[in-house]
């Protein structure tokens, strides 16, 4: 991973704030390295922007594009694989 890997995508806050060990769990997968968070009041969601081997390189002064996270989880509810995929909309 190089410091080009940014990407960013969004959370349901109620998620967060119901189930934080959950929401560690996926940053754990991700190898997700926060730089900002944005609580997005009007959504209800966390935005989240960093580093991540997920995401594709990117060139340096190029806008932070867009993912949505796809969530694999065990018969348990443990997370055991995160991908990203580019958003269309980014």
Wanted: proline share 6%.
């Amino acid at each position: 991973m190089t410091r080009m890997n940014m990407g960013r995508f969004q959370i349901d806050a109620s998620f967060v704030h119901s189930d934080p060990d959950g929401a560690a769990d996926i940053f754990l997968a991700m190898r997700f390295v926060p730089v900002r968070a944005e609580m997005l009041f009007a959504e209800y969601r966390m935005d989240y922007v960093g580093m991540s081997p997920l995401f594709s390189e990117g060139k340096e002064g190029c806008l932070v594009p867009a993912y949505e996270l796809e969530i694999k989880r065990d018969k348990d509810g443990n997370v055991v694989n995160v991908d990203a995929k580019p958003k269309e909309d980014s």
